[in-house]
């Protein structure tokens, strides 16, 4: 009997071992809270990267507006300044009076009025 004794006090001191053993729980590294913040952050730095290089690209489109705007200025106050120079040779006294002599107008000095420019 004392082997089967000796089993019987065997397995009790086992059962009591398991028992006072701890169970391996799994723990996870991040609690589900954590994971909602970390899921719901990585989603508002793709939306404002995203934001980011949308508005970047609105501003490269609106400065390549202003850089085709300028351009055209600059060249309508180079036609403009060609034609203020035109309007100067054409508004001389001596040509104004060919083209008067070629009408058949007449210089009248009683009737001259001297207009400042």
Known sequence: MSNLARKIGQQQVDQIIQEEKPLKIKKSWLTPGEK????????????????????????????????????????????????????KDLSQYERIYKEAKKMGLELNNKNVKVVPE
């Open 36 to 87: 909602i913040i970390g899921v719901a952050f990585a989603g508002m730095v793709c939306f404002g990267a995203v934001h980011l290089i949308s508005n970047q690209a609105k501003i490269f489109e609106i400065n390549k507006e202003i850089q085709t705007v300028e351009t055209k200025v600059n060249e309508q106050q180079k036609v403009n300044n060609d034609l203020h120079d035109q309007v």
